[in-house]
């Protein structure tokens, strides 16, 4: 019997697959350290995993080609010019290979009414189903796409039927539990190294709590929805969002190489984007937005195509790169609109259905930014100078599209809108040229959106050479903040948008002068302000109150990068983040500049504040609680002492059980000792 030979296998790859980078396959891994944490998929994808969901690539390989129905039925000289439509069409939402478009003939060599088209990515291909399906190529054709993938899923369909496994129903956890917290505390999330911990702030006995904590729980940063009932986290194969007390997966939105994220105000929608750069130099970088619906997690809308075709305006960051969130959604708590800037025009689209409002553009020739009211579907534009045209600012309501207010504006260089936090105001900070165009002044076009017809009052620092640094309204008030002047130690100016009478009108309430500051933050609940001076003025923070208009603290927390308040306005963090190599981790303060405890972590990345459910009350409640707030404290003053008080005594039971658990295993392993002694 001839001997036999023992193949190496890794010599066996190595000749069939050639060309590999050194180490292929295996060579110098230890599979141990290729291991998961247990329980943990750090967001990867199981086979195992019983939970269907899309995927951009299906079996067949043809995940980037669609089929586009219902064309017409054209002889052999006009197939090029019916070819050329097709791409001039698909042109415009992605890149459309060399020879990618492929139109069969019959035997007579007339096209059989559809064409196949091939893009570079599986996400071109989504892109153009989902906006190109129901186009009207004229009176008599309208397009019916579909995916080529969708032909072979189809023709799996098993012909007899067999029903659906059954699943036992599982209840979701309480959504809102975090608020039904005894002491009332306030949760915040942080990212450092490979952790994420969400913590309870428990400023009045100086400490934070630990509510959860996972290793490998993101990939990039962690992210709360706006009322705080999600937290989402980022992954290669998409997003996905956790809640309830024990952060339970509640869904997955899959989009491949996700990087930025965006739940609408209500929470009813998440934009999802990524980046595709080009695998030829000639090509151009392609970009993918998609829009789920938050608690299905059923893909609504695919939006994609050339990344410079939603640069536009304000959307343009440097280098042709996009500045984020291209979509905006429309104020208030309805999640009916969102829009994005175009060429000329602003698109605007309503839900569920996701589809261009009346199936036309809102346009405005030469508009360069808007912003939504947060309040309600109220839309303030800004279009430049075109022509002998003046620039325009133009409030519009939607879906009416009926302009409410426009004020022309002359000689502009940049315009910045700012709204009020409660839509009762609109700021829009506007930089002139002088008469001799070499230089610029700023300036401020300041709106009463409550007052009837709204009144517009104008406001120029009394030194027109002062830059301005930094603009930021009082959240649920009347008053503003300006920083201006030099950069090293500018000025900073409070005005109100009421006169002494409560009338409209700007008055200037104070000035402090020379601080170390580059970054104003108000008190979600107004009165109070934290002066920054971030980054390069070494973390001076100055604590302020502007009703007495007086310093309550001045401190510092040193390289600090970032400043947060909590949702009630009584506790702040500062952090210092890896963008520093040392002093990483944050301080925690009360409203008043009182530093109650801090936590040093190396490679410190985020912290950001769990979001609170808008309060039920009417703003005229909220201001009589205010005011009364005295009484009310006294009333409650005893019972939070009291659950302080129980939660020690807990703390201390707990504990205290712990150390007899601990006795008695001691005194039961001193008992075999002895046994086995004897």
């Given amino acids: 019997m001839a001997a036999v030979t023992e193949l190496d296998p890794l010599e066996v790859a190595r000749s069939l697959f050639r060309d590999q980078p050194a180490g292929f396959p295996y060579e110098n891994f230890d599979l141990e350290e290729l291991i998961l944490p247990e329980d943990d998929d750090m967001g990867i994808r199981s086979d195992d995993d019983e939970e269907e969901e899309e995927e951009l690539e299906t079996e067949t390989g043809f995940g980037s080609v669609i ?92 012909d007899v039927y067999a029903a659906p496994e059954i699943k036992e129903y599982s209840p979701t956890e309480n959504l809102h539990s975090w608020m039904l917290d005894k002491l009332s505390r306030d949760q915040f999330a942080i990212k450092y190294g490979d952790e994420v911990a969400v913590l309870w702030n428990d400023g009045r006995r100086f400490r934070s709590e630990e509510a959860y904590k996972r290793t490998y729980w993101t990939e990039s940063f962690v992210q709360w929805s706006p009322m705080g009932n999600y937290l989402a986290t980022m992954h290669r194969q998409g997003v996905a969002v956790w809640g309830g007390p024990s952060f339970q997966r509640l869904a997955r939105y899959s989009h491949q190489n996700v990087q930025l994220i965006e739940f609408s105000p209500a929470e009813k929608y998440l934009m999802t984007y990524s980046s595709i750069d080009p695998t030829n130099p000639r090509e151009k970088v392609q970009v993918a ?74 346009k405005l020739e030469g508009v360069q930014d808007f912003e939504w009211s947060p309040a309600e579907p109220l ?37 910045k809108i700012f709204w009020h936090p409660q839509g009762d105001y609109l700021a829009v900070k506007v930089d002139r040229f002088t008469k001799t165009k070499k230089s610029t002044f700023t300036g401020f076009e300041l709106f009463s959106i409550r007052e009837k017809d709204i009144p517009m009052d104008v406001l120029e620092l009394p030194n027109k050479s002062e830059k ?143 979001p609170r459910v808008p309060s039920l009350l009417p703003r ?30 807990d703390v201390l039971q707990e504990r205290q059980k712990q150390q007899e658990e601990i006795r008695k295993n001691l005194k039961e392993y001193s008992r075999r000792y002895d046994e086995e002694d004897e």
């Fill in 289 to 362: 937005l998609n829009v789920f619906d938050t608690r299905s997690g059923k893909k609504l809308r695919i939006f994609g195509g050339n990344m410079e075709d939603y640069a536009i305006g304000s959307s343009a960051g440097p280098g042709g790169a996009l500045r984020w969130p291209i979509f905006k959604w429309a104020g208030g708590l309805e999640d009916k609109y969102f829009a994005r800037l175009a060429k000329g025009a602003i698109k605007i689209y309503e839900t569920p259905d996701m589809t261009q409002l009346d199936k036309k553009d809102l």
């Fill in 620 to 649: 005229e409640k909220e201001e009589e609680i205010r005011k009364n707030l005295k009484e009310y404290s006294r009333r409650y003053d005893e019972e939070d002492e009291a659950l302080l008080l129980q939660a020690d005594a």
């Fill in 67 to 158: 089929v586009v129905d219902s064309l017409p039925v054209v002889p052999e000289d006009k197939h090029e010019k019916l070819a050329n439509v097709l791409k001039k069409i698909y042109s415009q939402i992605g890149n459309v290979r060399e020879g990618g478009i492929f139109m069969p003939k019959d035997a007579n060599n007339m096209s059989k009414g559809f064409a196949f088209v091939e893009f570079f990515s599986p996400q071109e291909a989504q892109a153009a189903r989902a906006q190109t399906d129901g186009y009207k190529l004229d009176k008599n054709h309208t397009f019916k796409v579909s995916m080529f993938d969708d032909f072979d899923r189809y023709a799996k369909v098993p």
């Fill in 379 to 415: 839309l303030a534009a800004y279009t430049q100078e075109v022509g002998d045209r003046p620039a325009n600012i133009t409030l519009y309501r939607i879906p009416e599209r009926t302009m409410v207010r426009s004020k022309q504006l002359f000689n502009v260089s940049d315009v």
């Fill in 468 to 610: 301005v640094l930094s603009f930021a309204w009082e959240p649920k008030g009347h008053r503003f903040a300006v920083v201006h002047g030099d950069t090293a130690r500018p000025n900073v100016s409070f005005y109100s948008m009421k006169d002494d009478k409560g009338k409209p009108g700007i008055k200037l309430l104070g000035t402090l002068t020379n601080k170390a500051c580059n970054g104003i933050h108000w008190s979600p609940m107004g009165h109070n302000i934290v002066l920054s001076g971030l980054k390069a003025l070494n973390g001076q923070l100055e604590f302020f109150n502007v009703d007495e208009f007086e310093v309550l603290a001045a401190a510092e927390h040193f390289m600090a990068t970032d400043v947060e308040w909590d949702p009630t306005g009584r506790y702040v963090a500062s952090s210092v983040t890896s963008i520093h190599q040392m002093e990483n981790g944050f301080n925690m303060w009360s409203f008043n500049g009182k530093l109650l405890y801090n936590m040093p972590r190396d490679r410190f990345g985020q912290l950001c504040w769990r």
